[in-house]
């Protein structure tokens, strides 16, 4: 597929200035953000291509390159094919995304060991260990009201015979015999030198002497782990929480990734929640909703709780009970309220006498053969 135009891409003008290529990123990759578009391919693609072109736009070199060049002035320094390198992104995060998710981890998923090579850490210090997912199905009420939940799921830790150095007793690391330390190759293509990670030691710029027997040289062993989590009360289906340094351990003692837990709420019987709000559906009698009365409902708590229908009530008509929806997240804000739809049910048997009022009823109150529709604009 043909590479789209950066300017194009970021929808900006050649002579957009960097604030203006800034604004334009920023909304691109909010919008475009994998974690508000779970699943979605061509979002993904989205913000890595806005990614790639800002990485070039946002650079005074790298534009200046691209303008007189087109991609081939940039291939290798930020283009797809050549290393990829966001230095630029990771200085300018906490501008553009400060406050909005957990950028950096986006980043290693997305575009892997290449694109951590390139800013995601210092250059010495051991690459970081990957970030898992574990996912987590709630009840509707443990959602609703918070709880504490075990898991178990393994991940790498790092290894006890060799404190995750990866390296034998007595042994120890030497310098990559193909980079020379420098943890990158270089091949050139036409007018332009490409570097690349190095393939024998992965960019570390060095190889361990005699790999650890435990864990074949790679420092990490898998290892099965419980850990408790907190589920706040409130929390909605989709939503995603981190608890940090419970990935994988990193290789030669950098740092462990983060356990994302994605929820999943199982459905309710009777309730249904938008935000904090609970609604649900309870059936009356045309004679309760006609002269009113009080029925009683069971709230999410398990509480029964008398409700009054007043006079004329017709089908479809909301109530509404105060705070008896959802609590506020951390326990601070109000509780959501609860919405109760009355149905309004016709009487499926009658019995004589009943079928007789009835009768009597259409007599005295008078019945149409000739109603008119109902304006659409009246159903809401
Ligand atoms: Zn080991
Ligand atoms: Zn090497």
Request: include cysteine; charge should be positive; proline fraction near 6%.
């Amino acid at each position: 597929m043909a590479k789209r135009d950066y300017y194009e891409v970021l929808g900006v003008p050649k002579n957009a200035s960097k604030d203006d290529v800034k604004k334009a990123y920023r909304r691109l990759a909010v919008q475009n953000h994998p974690d508000k578009n779970p699943g979605d391919k061509a979002a993904e693609e989205r913000f890595k291509e806005a990614t790639e072109a800002y990485e070039v736009i946002s650079d005074d070199q790298k534009r200046a390159a691209y303008d007189q060049f087109g991609f081939a002035g940039v291939d290798g320094m930020g283009g797809q094919g050549g290393a990829q390198d966001f230095t630029n992104i990771y200085r300018d995060f906490e501008d553009i995304f400060g406050g909005f998710g957990d950028f950096s981890s986006i980043f290693d998923n997305l575009f892997g060991g290449s694109g951590r090579s390139g800013g995601g850490r210092r250059r010495g210090e051991p690459p970081r260990g990957a970030n898992l997912r574990y996912d987590m199905e709630l009840s509707f009420e443990q959602a609703v009201f918070g709880t504490t939940m075990e898991i178990a799921y393994s991940h790498d830790e790092a290894c006890p015979v060799c404190n995750g150095s990866g390296s034998e007793a007595g042994g120890g690391r030497k310098v990559c015999p193909t980079c020379q330390g420098s943890g990158q190759v270089r091949r050139s293509s036409g007018f332009f030198s490409i570097a690349s990670p190095c393939p024998t030691c992965g960019g570390e710029g060095h190889i361990i002497d005699k790999p650890c027997r435990s864990c074949g040289g790679s420092g990490l062993l898998k290892k099965k782990q419980k850990i408790k989590v907190t589920i706040p009360p409130g929390i909605d289906d989709g939503k995603r929480l981190s608890v940090p340094g419970q990935g994988d351990a990193g290789p030669n003692g950098g740092r462990p990734g983060d356990l994302y837990v994605f929820i999943h709420v199982k459905p309710h019987e009777f309730f249904e929640r938008d935000g904090y709000d609970l609604y649900c559906a309870v059936p009356v009698s045309i004679m309760k909703a006609t002269l009113g009365g009080e029925i009683t409902v069971p709230t999410i708590d398990g509480k029964k709780v008398k409700v009054t229908v007043p006079q004329a009530s017709q089908h479809g008509k909301m109530l509404r009970l105060r705070e008896e929806g959802v609590p506020g997240a951390n326990g601070s804000a109000r509780r959501g309220d609860m919405y109760i739809k009355l149905m309004v049910q016709v009487p499926q048997k009658l019995s004589r006498k009943g079928k007789e009022l009835l009768e009597e009823l259409q007599r005295v109150e008078g019945d149409t053969d000739t109603p008119r529709p109902i304006k659409l604009s009246d159903l809401k």
